[in-house]
């Protein structure tokens, strides 16, 4: 018995799509990509924020103009160290956020006396300032707050003035410069810790 080869005109209507269906295809491919990259952005926003470094406070570290981007979870697992560089809402105005360096730690007491700073009358040092502080203070950090100031000492709006910062004013952790890209880099947390534990 003779096969009849398949008509090939209708098997291309078998497969090609209605227009109809051509047009939904391609709305739910691309609702698929609008809601996926929604959930993305969301996930990076609940983990991560990003700031702009505003100021000369954190010169040498930290330059006016840096992209810095911050790990918002930092606290949530583990606790502030010394020398960490944190992002936080200002104490005496928490519309404006401030990026610093972690000096002391709660129960600490923080001296800033001849261009030295002590943590429990252990002196720090400290490689990273741009100068020495050029003035005389001394604070007792309380329970649930931080102690920091700028690596700038002399041109800084900190805790040397204003008091330490609670630590429901965190933000996060400071952990990479994104922006320029010629000095893209992971901030360098500089361990102060030696003589205040000591």
Sequence with gaps: MEQIPPDVD??????????QNKWLRLFLDVLETVLLSAV??????????????DGFSMLPTLEDG???L???LAYQFDKPHYGDIVVFHYPLDPGQDLIKRVIGLPGDTVVVSGGKVYVNGAQL???YIAAI??????????EDHLFVLGDNRN???????????PMKNMIGKAVLVYFPFNKMMLIDHTDVAMAAQE
């Design 40 to 53: 993305l952005f969301l996930v990076i926003n609940t983990l991560t924020a990003r700031v702009r470094v």
């Design 10 to 19: 209708a098997m291309m209507d078998e497969v090609t799509p209605a227009p």
């Design 125 to 127: 040092s400290e490689p």
């Design 155 to 165: 041109d800084s709006s900190d805790s040397h003035s204003w008091g330490p910062v």
């Design 133 to 142: 502080p050029m003035y005389e203070v001394e604070w007792m950090v309380p």
């Design 70 to 72: 911050v790990n918002r």
């Design 66 to 68: 840096q992209f810095v």
